[in-house]
């Protein structure tokens, strides 16, 4: 069921701050393989799970909290990567 939904995405990479002191975002050199799925119904009590509306499964261990995927018209934000054997659990949020 991973494999069939695994899909090529661009993304962003939030770079240093700018004279303003916001981060901004600057293109990633390649795309991310994932398979993103939203995230309908709430299952996590984990505070730190909370806002996640997608999540993600990749073998790319390159994948962090300073990604921003471009999923269709929508920005996803990468909230949080936790592995999980050989696959890595992306926890996103409309950006």
């Known amino acids: 069921m991973i494999n069939p939904n695994m899909k090529d995405y ?3 990479v939030y770079s ?3 004279e303003y002191g916001q981060a901004t975002l600057i293109p990633g050199n390649g ?3 994932l398979s993103i799925t939203n995230l309908n119904t709430s299952i996590i009590d984990n505070i730190k799970y909370k806002d996640a509306t997608y999540i993600g499964l990749t073998k790319d ?3 962090s909290d300073k990604y921003v995927i471009k ?3 929508l920005l996803l934000k990468v ?3 936790v592995p999980m054997g050989r696959y890595y659990q992306v926890y996103l949020n409309e950006r």
């Open 79 to 81: 909230l949080y990567v």
């Open 31 to 33: 795309v991310v393989r």
């Open 16 to 18: 240093n701050n700018d």
């Open 61 to 63: 261990a390159q994948v």
């Open 10 to 12: 661009q993304y962003l």
């Open 71 to 73: 999923y269709g018209d």
